[in-house]
């Protein structure tokens, strides 16, 4: 059985900022909206395709300094970019495909996440976009 | 206009970077990743005060 095992190289670009030495988690979900299509008749409900709407959800440290987190992703909030994610640092290919999502949105972004003792984490998330997949 | 990569989380510093689809090119320069090559109209140079007392 293979499996995917996700050690400590993936890659994470956001508006082409290669953020991946501050990701510790990152979450891609493609999800195209269900419509019912139920109708007289039928005894079980029924579904087709609507609008796509994926989301890309990276958690990641938090860093005021030069060319870091807050310096790439806070002119970003309320606009549209592109995000790139794909499984390690190796070439892209059938087996390490890179995903995007292109004029996807971010809504909000946390300034501080304080806590004692603790590193400052913030999670993002980016919403919608066109999906694409590149293998080669 | 041309760009230049300003940080080494973008590629290779002093390198064009070439946008693709979707890039927010406001964003990437108030962070300081990359700079235009456009010169400025005005003078760098400060202006002489000719209103000396």
Known sequence: MSTSVYLSNPVVTINSVDLSDQCTSAVLTRMIESLESTAFGQTNRSYVGGLENSTLTVTMYNSFAATETYATLKALVGTQTTVKIKPTSAATSATNPESTLTLTYLESLPIVNGQLGALDTIDITFTGGAYSVAVA | ?53
């Open chain 2, 1 to 53: 206009m041309a760009y230049v990569i300003a940080s080494s989380r973008l590629g290779t510093v002093g390198d064009v970077f070439e946008p693709t689809d979707g890039i927010n090119i406001e964003a990437l320069i108030e962070g300081g990743f990359i700079k235009s090559t456009s010169k400025s109209t005005k003078s760098d140079k400060p202006s002489k005060d000719t209103n000396e007392e």
